[in-house]
């Protein structure tokens, strides 16, 4: 079997011949058979990974994105509504089928928490936190929303009511409307 690669001597050229770049196929460069048996031999060794908290944390937030992935609709359900470059903060909306509850998904990147960011959502009433990648069941510090927030007929960002939301650090947080939270008012 073949060495492995070092990828750091790549160059901007060679990657760009790829085509697609590495991330398809990141073990062909040692060849069709020994890529293949590298690939093998690397993730081999992780299948006891699985029982340690923070991969665990991973697998249960891939499950919960999956099954909101299942019930998305087409690109024309996406609406931005809030962006804060100075926070490196963002937010949009998500419309699936007729009938289906309008998701919010907002984002911060930064390592700062978020307290009180604002947005504007399409009605007021309870939000419920569906998924917040800060929360300890993904293995993080548990930071949020205390599984909903209440939106107020506020305007803003182009939409008629609003409400404040805890971004943790970071993080994204899902929430979707019509659903009981238990979080506090927005």
């Keep these: 079997m073949g060495q492995v690669p070092d990828l750091s001597r ?4 060679d990657i760009a011949a790829l085509a697609g770049g590495r991330c398809d196929r ?15 031999a690397f993730y081999g060794f992780m299948w006891d990974a699985s029982d340690k908290p923070l991969h665990k944390g991973v697998q249960a937030l891939v499950r919960d994105l999956n099954h909101l992935c299942r019930k998305d609709a087409e690109p024309d359900g996406f609406r931005w509504i809030a962006t804060d470059p100075a926070q490196s903060a963002f937010a949009w909306i ?5 009938g289906d ?10 390592p700062v928490p978020r307290p009180g960011f604002r947005i504007g959502v399409p009605q007021a009433g309870p939000w419920r936190e569906a998924i917040n990648t800060d929360a300890q069941v993904y293995g993080s510090s548990g930071m949020g ?3 909903g927030v209440m939106a ?9 009511a ?16 019509g659903k009981d939270g238990e979080g506090e008012d927005g």
Excluded at 27 to 36: A, R, S, T, V
Excluded at 152 to 160: L, N, S, V
């Design 145 to 147: 929303n205390l599984g």
């Design 101 to 110: 509850p309008p998701v919010v998904v907002a984002c911060t990147l930064t």
């Design 152 to 160: 107020r007929d506020k305007p803003q960002d182009g939409q008629p």
């Design 10 to 13: 790549l160059t901007h050229d």
């Design 26 to 40: 990141p073990f062909d460069i040692l060849g069709p058979h020994e890529g293949w048996l590298t690939a093998c």
């Design 162 to 177: 609003s409400m404040g939301i805890t971004l943790p650090p970071l993080s994204a947080v899902i929430l979707v409307a």
């Design 94 to 98: 998500r419309r699936g089928d007729a």
